[in-house]
């Protein structure tokens, strides 16, 4: 890695597509031996294993299995929440069993009129669950974040001005509208963005003296572990229908949601919202942010092997297109935005493109795009992508499209 001073004087990002390197990505249909996959037992049983273990070396890093006894605390319910559309909770789940750090809390609307299990959407947030509601009865989180004037952390601590601040991102009225429910956490909960050498956080559980080895866990892993963590929990709630659950994040939780899909099937349906670098882009391409400035930026967030990559992309054995073969047969949705050159929207929808073969081998419809879509023209089959007007950001137009993809996985309409 480099000094500051070095990071410093980093090369400007490439934003012309004429400037883009040749490259040959590696086949999601070959095997490691060279072997053409052509059957889905082939693809589950020997390819896919293969890929995985690519991304769990090279790239996030490996996690632990689940924790043996975790502690679910249901600490409140409110039954007439949003003027009475919604049932809210909020649940603390303790890793170690015991109520101690650390500890995740999750809040959870539900459609109040919901008559059986209903499938919910499930995402990270940047700054507490009280910033992504109006509502002001929700628990302030007491967790380390980064400090932020304009969303009210100060400190790096929440503080009362941060509620609400993030509700624009969170339409809740309009998911409970449609039928579904929201469960939301706060990242850092699960582990603090910053750079402290892996000993906060769940790191702390396993890692408690020692930074974890070049293949082992970075903290999109760990926040990637935290959702499933998060699903065991679900699985235990009779309100919800643990079989259709969306994980959905944006930028670094939506690389963070692709991860937690790729690995644990359970998730049914995957939607990565401006994830790029590390996300849905290719990183072959080095167009906007590159291994070398992301790896620079944020030393914590992959495994240390994915740093023997900076500058030699090529000589990675995966890209992000794998990443998304690793959800198939599973509806995954990947969304760009056209002012977010920094996370490479054409990257981001070529990743989807070169994951089709996958998704075709295991008998879903695919993608069926093979050049990009116009601007605010979704394409949603097994595989959905639009890019929006707009910048880096989650907005209702792409709610809209996730809520019509679940719709048509969900409810086959
Ligand atoms: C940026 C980072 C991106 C993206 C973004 C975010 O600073 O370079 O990879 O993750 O943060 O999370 O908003």
């Known amino acids: 890695l480099l000094t500051p001073a070095a990071h410093a004087q980093r090369p400007k990002p490439n934003y012309d597509e004429s400037q883009v390197p040749k490259f040959k990505l590696p ?16 693809w589950q049983n020997v390819r896919r294993p293969e890929i995985l273990e690519l991304f769990e070396n090279e790239v996030y890093g490996k996690s632990p299995a689940a924790p043996k006894d975790m502690l679910f605390e249901v600490t409140s319910v409110k039954n007439d929440a949003l003027g009475g559309k ?34 919910v959407f499930m995402g990270l947030n940047f700054y507490g669950n009280h910033t992504i509601t109006d509502e002001t009865d929700v628990k302030l989180n007491d967790h380390w974040m980064r400090s932020n004037k ?46 402290d050498g892996f000993k906060n956080g769940v790191h702390a559980l396993y890692n408690s003296k020692q930074k974890p080895a ?9 926040w990637a572990w935290g959702l499933s963590r998060a699903l065991d929990y679900l699985e235990t709630d009779k309100q919800i229908d643990a079989n259709k659950v969306a994980v959905m994040g944006h930028s670094r939780l939506g690389k963070t949601s692709l991860w937690a899909g790729a690995q644990d099937p359970r998730f049914a349906l995957v939607i990565s919202n401006d994830s790029g670098c590390g996300g849905a882009a290719l990183s072959r391409r080095r167009f906007g942010e590159t291994l070398h400035v992301i790896n620079n930026a944020f030393p914590h967030w992959f495994c240390d092997n994915f740093n023997k990559y900076i500058d030699k992309e090529n000589e990675l054995p995966v890209d992000q297109h794998m990443l998304i073969s690793l959800i198939a047969p599973r509806p995954v ?8 050159r920094w996370a490479d929207p054409k990257g981001e929808f070529l990743s989807v493109k070169y994951a089709e073969p996958v998704y075709k081998l295991l008998g879903t419809s695919g993608f069926g795009a093979d050049k990009m879509p116009g601007i605010n023209e979704p ?13 880096h950001d989650v907005t209702d137009f792409d709610w809209e499209q996730y809520l019509n993809f679940a719709d048509q996985h969900f409810r086959g309409s």
Request: with cysteine; net charge neutral.
């Open 86 to 119: 919604a049932i809210r909770k909020e649940v603390s789940v303790y890793f170690s069993g015991k109520k101690e750090e650390p500890r995740m809390d999750l809040l959870i609307y539900l459609p109040a009129k919901a008559t059986k299990p209903v499938p």
């Open 27 to 42: 086949d999601p249909l070959v095997t490691n031996k060279g072997k053409k996959v052509d059957s889905a037992e082939e």
């Open 214 to 222: 070049p293949d082992e866990w970075g903290t999109i892993a760990a």
């Open 150 to 195: 304009d969303k009210g952390i100060v400190d790096h601590k929440a503080t009362e001005a941060s509620r609400g601040k993030s509700s624009s991102r969170w339409p809740i009225e309009k998911i409970i509208d449609r039928g579904y429910g929201l469960v939301a956490i706060y990242c850092g909960d699960i582990d603090p963005d910053y750079d």
């Open 379 to 391: 394409v949603q089959k097994q595989m959905g992508y639009h890019i929006r007007t707009g910048k």
């Open 333 to 340: 949705y990947v969304a760009s935005a056209v002012e977010d």
